[in-house]
């Protein structure tokens, strides 16, 4: 069974940075690509990045460029969202994601806030 926990989300000041984790099991981290999107308030959920498998890379989307990155830790079987110069506008729920065999898998999420 796929099993998906975010954490490290909280309450910041803009500018500041934070490091959201997802850990997994039932899988490994390395054998699919595992996804971050969020949702704010009132708004749909939306596409962050992702990291590929396979140490093929990763991709995120335009806005996120130069703020977030996403990395990998093979051996604790979790993958990371490094997020920095945070805006107000980055509030929203976090999810990490995984699509395996025609099924996708959610974490519950984790809320991060900025605000001064």
């Known amino acids: 069974q796929v099993q998906l926990v975010e954490s490290g989300g909280g309450l910041v000041q803009p500018g500041d940075s934070l490091r959201l984790s997802c850990a997994a099991s039932?899988?490994?981290?390395?054998?699919?690509?595992t996804n971050w999107f969020r949702q704010a308030p009132g708004k749909e959920r939306e596409f962050v990045g992702r990291?590929?498998?396979?140490?093929?890379?990763?991709d995120y989307a335009d806005y996120m460029k130069g703020r977030f990155s996403i990395s990998r830790d093979y051996a604790k079987n979790t993958v990371y969202l490094q997020m920095s110069s945070l805006k107000p506008e980055d509030t929203a729920i976090y999810y990490c994601?995984?699509?395996?065999?025609?099924?996708?898998?959610w974490g519950r999420g984790t809320q991060v806030t900025v605000a001064s």
């Open positions: 990291i590929l498998n396979g140490g093929a890379g990763t």
């Open positions: 994601n995984v699509f395996i065999r025609g099924n996708n898998h």
């Open positions: 039932g899988i490994m981290v390395g054998t699919v690509h």
